[in-house]
């Protein structure tokens, strides 16, 4: 597994989107609608292999929470050649289950947590259903 990008929780998709990209020069390389009604976008500086995604969960949605400072933090995105095996054995060690293993679109999603409460993504190519 290696570290591949920070998520952070915005109240204001908009606002953030035109400070990152205008104030700091970052760049929209994806972004996309979650299944659960989420909306991601990842931006990228010029120079720099590490992503900063946005994350917005509108009122309704099963992962909103009212905003308070503290809350931006959203999640830290490891890359895993196979995330239901390392899911299993993390959790097997003790590690905290956020989110069972599940697909979005082309990809394996899972969520943990460390000893602190912060998520824990694990994210990975989904294997080709036979």
Known sequence: MFFTYTGIR???LKRSLEFYKK???MKV???GKMVHGGIYVHLKSKN???RLELNWYPLSNKYYTKWRRGEELDHLAFWSKDVR???????GEG???AIQPFREGSY?????KDPD???IELLGKAKRKN
């Not at 394996?108 to 943990?112: D, N, S, T």
């Open 29 to 31: 390389i994806l972004k």
């Open 117 to 119: 409460g912060i998520w």
């Open 95 to 97: 590690v905290q289950s």
């Open 23 to 25: 104030k700091m020069g």
């Open 85 to 91: 095996s390392d899911f299993s054995r993390l959790v």
């Open 108 to 112: 394996e999603i899972a969520f943990l």
């Open 10 to 12: 915005v109240s204001d």
């Open 48 to 50: 720099s292999p590490q």
